[in-house]
């Protein structure tokens, strides 16, 4: 009997034991690693404990990750807008905090905060979305324009974002994408963008659950090919 009502939790949200399981935690890494920044909570396919988490849990996760993702642009907006100095990245979550150490960092960037210097463009008009969008196609275009017929020829291409240069082409197209995100995500309460048509599909399958990829040998599903990879050489390495 109490054997039964083990197996019967497998099927339950880890996080909140109420709802059925909608799709496993640690298929996305990235849903671990969110998981423990919010919670404390470390959930591994080596504990042996249930894995799975229901729709509910799983929106709020997402949602408090958009909130952090939102919190800490709009923070850095401001402090480039006051010169204000940047801060060290606040460390995340982790078991065991005392609320000692959170009132010490409080109280040390209400410090540094304390002196402002208005800049002359603050109330300058801020750019619309289409504007920035358009920016962004029309700079991407300039870096493919840039690419050589031989990849590998010994060059300087200079990011026309930030005119950091690089020795390949290659390195400077991965380089751009860190300014250019211009595919926005279709879902309405999501407000992530991308780089690529590729991250974008990607990041859909956390909306919906996808999982296109599936190991020969045990029939798995994943979501993303290099989470089948890492997959298939811990569990069915080749001998």
């Known amino acids: 009997m109490e054997e039964k009502r083990k197996n019967k939790l497998f099927d339950i949200c880890r996080l909140c034991l109420v709802k059925r399981g909608f799709c496993d935690i640690t298929d996305r890494n990235e849903l671990c690693d969110n998981i423990h920044k919010f919670t404390g909570l470390k959930i591994s396919a080596s504990d042996k404990l249930p894995q ?3 729709r509910n849990c799983l929106d709020i996760v997402n949602k408090a990750s958009e909130l952090r993702n939102m919190a ?5 907006h401001l402090r480039s807008l006051f010169d204000c100095p940047v801060e060290d990245p606040v460390p995340e979550f982790e078991a065991g905090s005392s609320s000692e150490k959170s009132e010490i960092v409080l109280q040390e960037t209400e410090r540094k905060c304390f002196s402002l210097a208005v ?6 008009k801020s750019k619309t979305n289409d504007e920035e969008d358009s920016e962004a196609v029309n700079s991407l275009n300039l870096i493919h324009s840039m ?3 031989n990849e590998d020829t010994d060059s ?3 990011c026309p974002v930030c005119s950091k240069n690089f020795a390949k082409w290659r390195k400077l197209y991965v380089h751009h994408r860190l300014h250019n995100k211009c595919y926005k995500c279709p879902i309405d309460i999501c407000v992530k963008r991308f780089a690529t048509k590729g991250d ?3 990041h859909i399958r956390t909306h919906t659950g ?3 990829y599936v190991c020969n040998e045990c029939e798995k599903r994943f979501a993303q090919r290099g989470t089948l990879k890492a997959h298939k050489e ?4 080749v001998t």
């Open 52 to 54: 799975k988490i229901c």
């Open 72 to 76: 800490r642009k709009n923070d850095k």
């Open 200 to 202: 974008l599909e990607k």
């Open 210 to 212: 996808e999982k296109p």
């Open 119 to 124: 800049r002359q463009d603050l109330f300058n």
């Open 147 to 149: 690419k050589p017929e």
């Open 156 to 158: 300087e291409y200079k």
């Open 234 to 237: 811990s569990v069915h390495p």
